[in-house]
């Protein structure tokens, strides 16, 4: 397959795929340079939501070889003018941007940095006009069995970035977390409860709903409480010292890129998050594993629009500066187990495999993610916020953003997964 370039709406393109074929890069080669044109048509001048002209921005990008960077790199190189100081440990999924003669060359830089400890990232924020800090541990598998590292990851090492802002007075958009809300004031009553039907013990509202963790002894919630700290922090340091910020919540953001498969892009002793846990089964043959019944409910937004969303929050200061965003897709809510039953048949359409003879399986959450797991019930965000401010609203069915991950999915990882299986059966 060539990669494909040239416009965000073009298609995906798969991390660490071989062109093989010479007629294919003459073909890519093609592509590029007609994707160049298009690039350098379509970004023209740039108005915000106002209608006032956007000036080239440069961005210091922190996380941005992960599964969101690598997103709104790619937005930012084929779809606008903006420049990016690119920072990460990890540098994979921007591969494709970052190599040379690309027509955004000269507007995208890769730092390998880790910010723990890096006396280069104060430099690279008072370079920018603007700073997203992305970087985090984000994998429930590891809140309650890493929980010391996802407290420093979230809290700690976040902290300098805030400072250098503030000190160099840099505009700051953090990524935050849906899980900040915890569990909803409705989890809470009698089952046969007709509030729980009530749309305000549910729904979740930036500036209403509070934040409901459970006991210490459940670290499970260290990310969410690591997170809403940097919250607090970052609110304070915008009511005390004029910090400029945004605060992004991000609900079960999904698309291409997301996370690994375990043993064939990351450690197979490591657990992804679930899309890429369910993708993994899939491939594999195996029975899906529902923790707990997988009767947690979860709301899906497909990557490019929520990716949409954030360009308006980097192009809109005076829309975005001081406001929490929820960014989600109430429309698009599954339970786990759903969400298990319409990955297996959206993958049984695009690989063409047969359905599973046993296609989930229950485990308990103890079993899965061992001691100090707990879960959310709910979550679903209040959009009125984001819409009055940033006029942003979703736009894809979950059924279409999984037939493109899955189909992504397959075509990247599927021959590579059949491998490993042969391998280990032949040994
Ligand atoms: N994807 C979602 O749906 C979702 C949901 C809620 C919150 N978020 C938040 O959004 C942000 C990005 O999430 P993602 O899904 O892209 O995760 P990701 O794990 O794919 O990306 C995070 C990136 O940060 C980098 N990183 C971590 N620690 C670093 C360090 N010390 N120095 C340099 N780089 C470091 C990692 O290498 C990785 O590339 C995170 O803060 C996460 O908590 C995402």
């Given at each position: 397959m060539a990669l494909r370039n040239g416009?965000?709406?073009g298609g995906f393109v798969a991390v660490g795929?071989?062109?093989?074929?010479e007629e294919e890069k003459e073909e890519e080669e093609e592509e590029e340079a007609a994707a160049a044109m298009v690039v350098t048509t379509r970004v023209g001048v740039r108005r915000n939501l106002d209608g006032e002209q956007v000036r080239p921005l440069k961005l210091c990008i922190i996380g941005a070889g992960g599964f969101i960077g690598s997103h709104l790199c790619e937005k930012l190189m084929w779809d606008t003018h903006h420049s990016v100081l690119a920072v990460d440990v990890y540098g994979d999924k921007i591969q494709h941007l970052l190599a040379p003669g690309k027509s955004w060359s000269d507007r995208i830089e890769f730092y390998k940095i880790n910010?723990?400890?890096?006396?280069?990232l104060e430099g690279l924020i008072k370079l920018s006009d603007l700073v997203i800090n992305l970087a985090a541990i984000c994998t429930p598998a590891d809140y309650n069995t890493r929980p010391l590292d996802t407290i420093y990851s979230n809290f700690i090492d976040a902290l300098p970035v805030v400072q250098y802002c503030r000190v160099n007075h840099k505009r700051l958009i953090h990524f935050s977390t849906c899980e900040v809300y915890g569990k909803t004031i409705g989890s809470f009553l009698p089952a046969d409860s007709p509030l729980k039907k009530d749309p305000a013990y549910y729904i979740l509202k930036e500036d209403e709903s509070p934040c409901i963790f459970g006991p210490?002894?459940?670290?499970?919630?260290s990310y969410a409480c690591a997170k809403q700290l940097i919250e607090r922090l970052i609110y304070a340091e915008g009511a005390e010292n004029d910090l400029e910020f945004t605060i992004v919540r991000p609900f079960n953001w999904i698309g291409p890129r997301m996370d690994f498969i375990p043993g064939i892009d990351?450690?197979?002793e490591s657990v992804p998050r679930v899309l890429a846990c369910f993708s993994n089964n899939l491939m594999r043959g195996e029975p899906l594993k529902l923790v707990d019944g997988g009767q947690s409910q979860r709301t899906f937004v497909y990557i490019k629009d929520a990716i949409e969303a954030v360009l308006r929050m980097i192009e809109n200061p005076a829309r975005a500066n001081g406001h929490i965003f929820n960014v989600g897709n109430p429309h698009n809510e599954l339970t786990v187990r759903e969400l298990a039953e319409l990955m297996t048949d959206v993958y049984c359409k695009v690989s063409g495999n047969p359905r599973p003879a046993v296609p989930t399986i229950d485990v308990t959450s103890m079993e899965f993610y061992g001691q100090g797991y707990d879960d959310s019930d709910k979550r679903i965000p209040d959009m009125t916020i984001i819409k009055k401010q940033l006029e942003w609203e979703p736009k894809t069915p979950v059924y279409d953003l999984m037939e493109s991950t899955l189909t992504y999915q397959h075509t990247t990882y599927a021959q590579a997964v059949k491998k490993a299986m042969s391998k280990t059966l032949a040994n």
């Open positions: 416009s965000y709406d795929e071989e062109v093989e074929v910010i723990k400890h890096d006396s280069r210490i002894e459940k670290q499970r919630w990351g450690p197979s």
